[in-house]
């Protein structure tokens, strides 16, 4: 059974957003300066960006790849070529490699607005607690 972790406080935070693989449970964000609502978006959205698997643009990598391979085979196809079997083995390595690239780019896009979510997060959190410090 997965438990819940939940983050309240700034530190937890922080520990958060230096190691967010350490973490194995599903996250949510518990801020008192936040409505239930912005609670429940916030925690929804780094669940979606930590659990994202690349999958969307490895896609995307590997339809452009075959389309790619294709008009270079279209453009070079000849019946009485000697290599056309080794160029098939060719764009079929290229077409896996552009793949495993593109889920590799996205692995790392969906790691960058996880990080950047969670910055501007923090810097809320921080300003509220400044205002209402002053208050």
Do not use: W
Not at 41 to 57: D, E, H, P, V
Not at 112 to 126: A, E, F, H, Q
């Amino acid at each position: 059974m997965v438990k819940n972790r939940i983050i309240e406080t700034v530190e937890e935070l922080d520990q958060f957003m230096k190691f967010p693989t350490k973490f194995t449970n599903e996250i949510s964000m518990n801020f008192s300066i936040f409505s239930n609502d912005e609670n429940y978006y916030l925690s929804k959205q780094i669940s979606k960006y930590r659990n994202a698997c690349g999958c969307k643009t490895g896609t995307i990598f590997m339809v452009i790849s075959i389309l790619v391979s294709i008009i270079y085979l279209i453009e070079n196809f000849s019946v009485f070529k000697k290599h056309l079997l080794v160029e098939l083995v060719y764009c079929f390595i290229f077409i896996f490699l552009c793949s495993i690239f593109g889920k590799l780019v996205g692995l790392v896009i969906s790691r960058i607005k996880m990080k950047s979510l969670l910055i501007s997060t923090r810097k809320n959190i921080v300003h509220q607690m400044y205002l209402q410090e002053r208050v």
